[in-house]
């Protein structure tokens, strides 16, 4: 009996060549990191910097330490993302370090939308329990 010579798309398709994209600062180009070549730690670490920041950015009303610790975590926050010198980092202004990891959540998105659109669902989230008692 022959099988039918059907052939399904893939579930996943995953590269793992590292493709960076740059950041162009003063006519010089500087590598932005991929998420893909980061360690599952850093992803998480980067995640939490970038759930603070945007925290305190949606946040009414900050007080003047609160203002530092934003500056400090969004300066660090850049800092892990761009790959670049200290010289560099230090002449970028806030706004700067915000467009800096603004591209790089789009890019993130971007890479990741073909995994998610091709992978199938679990019918029940991760973490979520199947139980209801």
Do not use: W
Not at 47 to 61: H, L, P, Q, R
Not at 115 to 129: H, K, L, N, Q
């Amino acid at each position: 009996m022959a099988m039918a010579d059907t052939k399904q798309a893939p579930l996943l398709t995953l590269d793992t060549l590292v493709d960076r994209r740059t950041v162009v600062i003063d006519g010089t180009p500087y590598d932005l990191l991929n998420a893909g070549e980061m360690s599952i730690l850093d992803y998480h670490r980067i995640g939490k910097m970038g759930a603070k920041v945007e925290e305190m950015m949606n946040a009414d009303d900050l007080d003047e330490a609160q203002v530092v610790i934003l500056k400090k975590t969004l300066d660090a926050l850049c800092r892990a993302l761009l790959v670049a010198p200290d010289e560099v980092h230090v002449k970028l202004s806030d706004n700067h370090r915000l467009a800096v990891v603004g591209v790089f959540t789009d890019l993130d998105r971007e890479l990741m939308e073909p995994a998610t659109r091709d992978a199938v669902a679990p019918s029940t989230p991760i973490g979520e329990s199947t139980s209801h008692g």
